[in-house]
């Protein structure tokens, strides 16, 4: 393989793996509160579509994002609400999110639907983009990119080293003795609830803004249940997290590389291939059923009330 | 205002709550309307009541229902043994591949065979649609709602893959579709100058057969059992294992059945848009009609009504059919809203403070 390939395959698998990192490290956060939102697709549908509208509107890119992450945020408050406060089935109310912010998006895009536009510009750093190979693979990207290696890694030091993750953790292992030390639960879930929307419609942006500049409905294409799955399987862990992303990133653009060595497999086979990988990984891994016990949060997905 | 816990669950609320979440979908309806439009009750008229008001549009009705019934009624057995498959979707459109191929056979045929192979067929494909998401939760612990959605994406695809490859119609100028089913293939019409075929009746047997089977066959009860107390369900001896790939076997069909009866009713060939997501529609017409095939009966109406409305909308006053699913999705929420008033009480002032329970 020579390395301009490499170096292009190594920029895609960054480029596809970037929204699913963003969404899965939300939810990362929202689990180990002891809250499981199924609904990230819908979520991340809905900040796709209002930063598009909003970026084709003012061509502001900036304005465009923080719409994105407002609605994901406004979205997130609506299942916070129902499951929380309302304590609804976490699994209904999130299959919910996800079928109500499909619509929602689909409707409020009508208008725009396969309209493009410019994209956001890419922000090569300086000297290191210059690097044969390594600069167009790793310094050439654009400002997401970087926002979510930053965010994995501030998520990876609060949940070792800070009070913070503590915090977290202890709400989403057992509810009831946070609950005695005086922790507020409920605010605590609300707040991972909502940062995990905010993720979402960041992630969201990232694909209607940056990956792919327009706007389809449902674009998004399963991406939000790829990275609630990609969750389970890195074992609720930050670094397996960043590398199952990225493994997901590979496995979306092998289309491409088939391509490239001229394979003849059908683009629509290739097309299922991320999601019979997401299957593969996930019997693999969940197969071994004490480590997979061992390792989600313990309270996860039940309902918690402070008059219980 | 806050919550306060009831003494007793009040059950009534099971009953009422579906209620008053339809009439605040209809009132987020109203509200939508009248923001979108400037006469919101002519909207909602032409939403909810034009569609059906002559005989032609109540036959679009139930045959919009048809293919969501028959979906449903298997997921709401899954559900009550706990089984959260998602999938009906992806087992639909397996119906739909796998019966379209079977029906391509019989092209120039006359058998009276052709149209029981054609069911048989979808009913497999969706039924091993779902055994495979049943084997990889019993056999490797992985988790159904996860697996059960990533099918229905690689359906999705596959179901491209045919129409774009092995089922194109050789003489269809290139277009992403199968040939034309003979007639010996198509469900004869039930209703004369209608689209409504005898695939309805379908609806009319698996209903009763949902309800006998939930709640007067032993098989049923253990199913329950497994679902509410596994624990339970493994000391009294219960195959729960067995029974899991039992309900995961019957859902799957049904939406086999389902998928198969819109190939070769309705749309006469195989599309790509085979289903604008009734599986998905299935899952909110089970959980609104609590389980209950009777409930699940109204419910699926009333999604189906949500359908025909969109489309009318769409028609009459140039409003989005991604409508329907934005109308499903409150629908649901307000549901899961309301179900909280069957163990709480909302209380406007604080003051009071009646006795707990004794536990």
């Given at each position: 393989?020579?390395?301009?390939?490499?170096?292009?395959?190594?920029?895609?698998?960054?480029?596809?793996?970037?929204?699913?990192?963003?969404?899965?490290?939300?939810?990362?956060?929202?689990?180990?509160?002891?809250?499981?939102?199924?609904?990230?697709?819908?979520?991340?549908?809905?900040?796709?579509?209002?930063?598009?509208?909003?970026?084709?509107?003012?061509?502001?890119?900036?304005?465009?994002?923080?719409?994105?992450?407002?609605?994901?945020?406004?979205?997130?408050?609506?299942?916070?609400?129902?499951?929380?406060?309302?304590?609804?089935?976490?699994?209904?109310?999130?299959?919910?999110?996800?079928?109500?912010?499909?619509?929602?998006?689909?409707?409020?895009?009508?208008?725009?639907?396969?309209?493009?536009?410019?994209?956001?510009?890419?922000?090569?750093?300086?000297?290191?983009?210059?690097?044969?190979?390594?600069?167009?693979?790793?310094?050439?990207?654009?400002?997401?990119?970087?926002?979510?290696?930053?965010?994995?890694?501030?998520?990876?030091?609060?949940?070792?080293?800070?009070?913070?993750?503590?915090?977290?953790?202890?709400?989403?292992?057992?509810?009831?003795?946070?609950?005695?030390?005086?922790?507020?639960?409920?605010?605590?879930?609300?707040?991972?609830?909502?940062?995990?929307?905010?993720?979402?419609?960041?992630?969201?942006a990232y694909v209607s803004l940056v990956y792919t500049p327009l706007w389809a409905e449902n674009m998004t294409a399963g991406r939000g249940w790829i990275a609630v799955a990609l969750v389970v399987f890195a074992s609720w862990r930050i670094s397996r997290v960043l590398l199952?992303?990225?493994?997901?990133?590979?496995?979306?653009?092998?289309?491409?590389?088939?391509?490239?060595?001229?394979?003849?497999?059908?683009?629509?086979?290739?097309?299922?291939?991320?999601?019979?990988?997401?299957?593969?990984?996930?019997?693999?891994?969940?197969?071994?059923?004490?480590?997979?016990?061992?390792?989600?949060?313990?309270?996860?997905?039940?309902?918690?009330?402070?008059?219980? | 205002?806050?919550?306060?816990?009831?003494?007793?669950?009040?059950?009534?609320?099971?009953?009422?709550?579906?209620?008053?979440?339809?009439?605040?979908?209809?009132?987020?309806?109203?509200?939508?309307?009248?923001?979108?439009?400037?006469?919101?009750?002519?909207?909602?008229?032409?939403?909810?009541?034009?569609?059906?008001?002559?005989?032609?549009?109540?036959?679009?009705?139930?045959?919009?229902?048809?293919?969501?019934?028959?979906?449903?009624?298997?997921?709401?057995?899954?559900?009550?043994?706990?089984?959260?498959?998602?999938?009906?979707?992806?087992?639909?459109?397996?119906?739909?591949?796998?019966?379209?191929?079977?029906?391509?056979?019989?092209?120039?045929?006359?058998?009276?065979?052709?149209?029981?192979?054609?069911?048989?067929?979808?009913?497999?494909?969706?039924?091993?649609?779902?055994?495979?998401?049943?084997?990889?939760?019993?056999?490797?612990?992985?988790?159904?709602?996860?697996?059960?959605?990533?099918?229905?994406?690689?359906?999705?695809?596959?179901?491209?893959?045919?129409?774009?490859?092995?089922?194109?119609?050789?003489?269809?100028?290139?277009?992403?579709?199968?040939?034309?089913?003979?007639?010996?293939?198509?469900?004869?019409?039930?209703?004369?100058?209608?689209?409504?075929?005898?695939?309805?009746?379908?609806?009319?047997?698996?209903?009763?057969?949902?309800?006998?089977?939930?709640?007067?066959?032993?098989?049923?009860?253990?199913?329950?059992?497994?679902?509410?107390?596994?624990?339970?369900?493994?000391?009294?001896?219960?195959?729960?294992?067995?029974?899991?790939?039992?309900?995961?076997?019957?859902?799957?069909?049904?939406?086999?059945?389902?998928?198969?009866?819109?190939?070769?009713?309705?749309?006469?060939?195989?599309?790509?848009?085979?289903?604008?997501?009734?599986?998905?529609?299935?899952?909110?017409?089970?959980?609104?009609?609590?389980?209950?095939?009777?409930?699940?009966?109204?419910?699926?109406?009333?999604?189906?009504?949500?359908?025909?409305?969109?489309?009318?909308?769409?028609?009459?006053?140039?409003?989005?059919?991604?409508?329907?699913?934005?109308?499903?999705?409150?629908?649901?929420?307000?549901?899961?809203?309301?179900?909280?008033?069957?163990?709480?009480?909302?209380?406007?002032?604080?003051?009071?403070?009646?006795?707990?329970?004794?536990?």
């Amino acid at each position: 393989m020579d390395l301009d390939l490499l170096a292009s395959l190594l920029y895609a698998t960054f480029r596809t793996g970037t929204p699913i990192l963003l969404v899965a490290l939300g939810e990362l956060i929202c689990e180990k509160s002891g809250v499981l939102n199924l609904g990230q697709e819908g979520v991340m549908l809905m900040g796709a579509v209002t930063g598009f509208i909003v970026v084709s509107q003012f061509d502001s890119y900036a304005l465009g994002i923080f719409t994105s992450v407002l609605t994901g945020i406004v979205m997130a408050a609506i299942f916070a609400f129902i499951t929380l406060t309302l304590q609804a089935n976490q699994v209904a109310s999130g299959l919910a999110l996800a079928i109500f912010g499909t619509g929602l998006s689909a409707f409020i895009g009508t208008d725009y639907q396969g309209q493009s536009i410019a994209g956001l510009p890419s922000l090569a750093v300086p000297h290191l983009s210059e690097i044969s190979v390594i600069g167009p693979a790793f310094f050439q990207h654009d400002i997401l990119v970087y926002t979510s290696l930053a965010a994995t890694f501030l998520l990876w030091w609060n949940l070792k080293y800070a009070r913070l993750g503590l915090i977290l953790k202890a709400v989403g292992e057992n509810p009831d003795a946070a609950n005695a030390l005086g922790l507020p639960v409920l605010k605590v879930r609300y707040l991972a609830v909502l940062f995990g929307g905010a993720m979402s419609g960041l992630a969201g942006a990232y694909v209607s803004l940056v990956y792919t500049p327009l706007w389809a409905e449902n674009m998004t294409a399963g991406r939000g249940w790829i990275a609630v799955a990609l969750v389970v399987f890195a074992s609720w862990r930050i670094s397996r997290v960043l590398l199952g992303a990225y493994l997901f990133g590979l496995a979306s653009i092998l289309h491409l590389v088939a391509q490239v060595f001229g394979a003849d497999i059908s683009p629509n086979l290739l097309a299922a291939l991320p999601y019979a990988a997401t299957i593969v990984v996930l019997v693999i891994l969940s197969s071994n059923q004490t480590r997979h016990k061992l390792f989600a949060p313990l309270a996860l997905a039940i309902p918690w009330h402070k008059s219980r | 205002m806050h919550l306060e816990l009831r003494p007793v669950p009040d059950y009534k609320w099971q009953y009422l709550s579906p209620l008053l979440a339809t009439m605040l979908t209809l009132l987020s309806g109203w509200l939508l309307f009248a923001w979108l439009t400037d006469a919101p009750g002519h909207a909602l008229y032409v939403f909810f009541i034009a569609g059906i008001s002559d005989a032609f549009g109540l036959s679009e009705w139930l045959l919009k229902a048809t293919p969501m019934l028959l979906c449903a009624y298997g997921l709401a057995i899954c559900y009550r043994a706990s089984l959260w498959n998602i999938g009906a979707e992806g087992q639909l459109l397996m119906g739909a591949l796998v019966g379209s191929a079977v029906a391509l056979e019989f092209l120039d045929s006359e058998s009276s065979l052709a149209i029981p192979s054609v069911i048989l067929a979808g009913m497999t494909g969706g039924a091993l649609w779902a055994l495979l998401a049943g084997l990889l939760k019993f056999r490797f612990n992985t988790s159904e709602i996860l697996t059960t959605i990533m099918l229905n994406y690689i359906a999705m695809n596959l179901l491209q893959w045919a129409v774009y490859g092995p089922l194109k119609d050789p003489g269809g100028f290139n277009f992403p579709e199968s040939a034309l089913f003979s007639e010996a293939t198509l469900l004869p019409v039930l209703w004369p100058d209608t689209r409504l075929h005898v695939g309805f009746l379908f609806t009319c047997v698996v209903m009763p057969l949902t309800w006998l089977l939930l709640a007067k066959s032993f098989v049923g009860f253990q199913i329950q059992v497994a679902g509410q107390d596994p624990k339970a369900a493994v000391m009294a001896g219960y195959p729960v294992k067995r029974l899991g790939y039992v309900v995961l076997l019957i859902s799957g069909a049904l939406a086999g059945l389902a998928g198969a009866v819109e190939v070769i009713g309705p749309l006469g060939q195989l599309v790509p848009t085979v289903s604008p997501g009734y599986g998905y529609s299935a899952i909110i017409i089970a959980l609104l009609g609590r389980l209950h095939p009777v409930g699940i009966t109204l419910a699926g109406l009333l999604v189906s009504l949500l359908f025909m409305g969109a489309e009318l909308s769409q028609i009459e006053m140039g409003l989005s059919s991604a409508i329907a699913s934005l109308f499903q999705g409150l629908l649901l929420f307000f549901f899961l809203a309301c179900d909280v008033l069957i163990r709480y009480r909302i209380r406007f002032s604080p003051g009071t403070v009646t006795p707990q329970p004794n536990h």
